[in-house]
T-cell receptor, first 114, second 110 residues
Framework: NAGVTQTPKFQVLKTGQSMTLQCAQD?????MYWYRQDPGMGLRLIYY???????DKGEVPNGYNVSRLNKREFSLRLESAAPSQTSVYFC?????????????FGDGTRLSIL | QQQVKQSPQSLIVQKGGISIINCAYE??????FPWYQQFPGKGPALLIA?????SEKKEGRFTISFNKSAKQFSLHIMDSQPGDSATYFC?????????FGAGTTVTVRA
């Protein structure tokens, strides 16, 4: 059982380039999330999808777009990458968007923007 | 502006000792407080969680203490083991969203 799978695991971009981070879950979860993790900042929510067909902004959405392609897949797109977007990106999923539903995380995508 | 403040940033404890991590929050709408454990190169994983109407929750060597009036909660790791060496994040949940603390890196020396 793979859980939450993120691709790629590592990526280096130049400023201004675009890129899509992919995320897929095989747990039949309804809700999916994108976070970024920076030293001393913990994890900050970028966007989330409470259910298939819906997406909403989180704490730090500027410079990002998302697509809930189907129930399994939730992608994060950087249209014009900036050095400030250098971070580790985590995708997560939960059965329902409710407090008592644990979020299951992938192993992250390490993104460097030069 | 982080809604959950976590301390210390890092701590070192001897094998068998007690690790204590503290968190404070401002948002009284939080209705669920989970702790996540993260090993290097991996994503966080849920460790233990508590609701604000409960003052303490224990699961094995891990205990959450919760003080609603002070808006503080803490994680105690009893009999710390080298395998507990990881980064720990506290969080508060409200309106479909988790707000995480900055994290505490725990190192357990054998």
């Amino acid at each position: 059982n793979a859980g939450v799978t993120q691709t790629p695991k590592f990526q280096v971009l130049k400023t201004g380039q675009s890129m899509t981070l992919q995320c897929a879950q095989d747990m039949n979860h309804n809700s999916m999330y994108w976070y970024r993790q920076d030293p001393g900042m913990g994890l900050r929510l970028i966007y989330y999808s409470a259910s298939e067909g819906t997406t909403d902004k989180g704490e730090v959405p500027n410079g990002y777009n998302v697509s809930r392609l189907n129930k399994r897949e939730f992608s994060l797109r950087l249209e014009s990458a900036a050095p400030s977007q250098t971070s580790v990106y985590f995708c997560a999923s939960s059965e329902q968007p409710h407090s008592n539903q644990p979020q299951h995380f992938g192993d992250g995508t390490r993104l460097s923007i030069l | 502006q982080q809604q959950v403040k976590q301390s210390p940033q890092s701590l070192i404890v001897q094998k068998g000792g007690i690790s204590i991590i503290n968190c404070a929050y401002e948002n009284t709408a939080f209705d669920y407080f989970p702790w996540y454990q993260q090993f290097p190169g991996k994503g966080p994983a849920l460790l233990i969680a508590i609701r604000p109407d409960v003052s303490e929750k224990k699961e094995g060597r891990f205990t959450i203490s919760f003080n609603k009036s002070a808006k503080q909660f803490s994680l105690h790791i009893m009999d710390s083991q080298p395998g507990d060496s990881a980064t720990y994040f506290c969080a508060g949940y409200n309106d479909y969203k988790l707000s995480f603390g900055a994290g505490t890196t725990v190192t357990v020396r054998a």
